[in-house]
């Protein structure tokens, strides 16, 4: 079944990420389970290891968890997007909300029916969950050198490729010049925004590229 | 607590309600049409910059590296109908043997 595959392909990627996160935390000067209640409680990958280099290096609190949310408030576009997929009643939504990753969101918005998104969403963010947590504490166990036995094996180079493989359907469904100016936005920010911000203007210049289409619409 | 802790608790917090703003605000109501049509292009949006951000940039500059060249072998892999695992597999053996040489 497509929808378990990819579900299972960008658990194991992220999963192996995961082992890294285990060691940088380590590194950052957290504690083993410190380094395992970020990755329950927080749960995205990229803020973590934004607040927790942020820690190791020495800044305060307050800095850690804006650069940590600052990464984050794409989950608010996401919760945006998967809010009509989800189910109805606010428990549900409140417990599904955890699972709102890039990798659940991506694995649902895949797909064309209702119930193959719902499927994919909590496939996808259930099975990152598993793997992200137990290499979490696989990592944070062994803490060893990270960003050379990351590198060494192209752990890192996986994780762009997982985002391409997921948007390559898209591109191929006529939304490829958003991907192209979204992209470019990017790539355009990043030498002089905080992290996080790139990906936030990205998101913002769809909004903004938006506004011709409601006017023509309109009249 | 340690700094650490209450980095988790502060920034915990903050990610969920993040998370949960749509979903939970929204109840079961759909979108208006405007909105609905925005929500249907950002993910092309963020997937793109997720795709270049993790692929070429460390930290606040930018680079080209061995994940650079595994992407592009990733890109290779799905323009040939490659399987999901297979596209991801090719970008990290790719990685790996570039820097291996380099």
């Known amino acids: ?219 | 607590m340690t700094a650490a802790a209450w980095t988790v608790l502060g920034l915990g917090v903050s990610t969920y309600l993040l998370k949960a703003a749509g979903p939970i605000l929204l109840g079961g109501r759909s979108l208006p049409p405007r909105l609905l049509s925005v929500a249907e292009r950002l993910p092309a949006a963020l997937l793109a910059a997720l795709v270049v951000v993790t692929s070429m940039s460390e930290g606040s500059t930018l680079v080209l590296d061995a994940r650079a060249v595994g992407l592009a072998a990733a890109a290779v892999a799905l323009i040939l109908r490659a399987p999901f695992l297979a596209v991801v597999f090719a970008a990290a053996l790719t990685a790996a043997v570039v820097r291996h040489l380099a």
């Not at chain 1, 957290?30 to 395992?36: G, Q, V």
């Not at chain 1, 649902?108 to 193959?116: F, G, K, S, V, Y």
């Not at chain 1, 996986?158 to 979204?182: D, K, Y």
């Open chain 1, 1 to 219: 079944m497509r929808v378990l595959r990819r579900a299972a392909s960008i658990s194991i990627a992220t999963g192996a990420y995961g082992v890294a996160f285990g060691v940088f935390a380590i590194d950052s000067g957290l504690s083993w389970l410190e380094a395992l209640a970020f990755s329950a409680v927080v749960f995205t990958g990229s803020a973590q290891f934004a607040a927790a280099g942020v820690l190791g290096s020495g800044g305060t609190v307050s800095a850690a968890i804006l650069a940590g949310a600052l990464l984050n408030v794409r989950s608010l576009a996401f919760g945006v997007a998967m809010a009509p997929r989800m189910p109805r009643g606010w428990m549900k939504r409140a417990l599904w909300s955890h699972l709102m990753i890039d990798e659940s969101v991506a694995v649902a918005t895949a797909e064309q029916e209702l119930h193959l998104q719902r499927f994919g969403y909590l496939a996808g963010g259930l099975g990152v969950f598993a793997l992200w947590n137990l290499a979490t504490m696989l990592g944070a166990t062994i803490a060893i050198d990270t960003s050379d036995f990351v590198s060494q094996i192209g752990l890192d180079a996986t994780i762009p490729a997982a985002f391409l493989a997921l948007l390559w359907p898209r591109l191929q469904s006529g939304q490829h010049r958003i991907a192209a100016a979204g992209a470019l936005i990017a790539v355009a920010a990043v030498t002089w925004t905080p992290a996080g911000m790139p990906i936030l203007l990205a998101a913002f210049g769809v909004v903004v590229g938006s506004a011709p289409a409601w006017r023509r619409s309109a009249s």
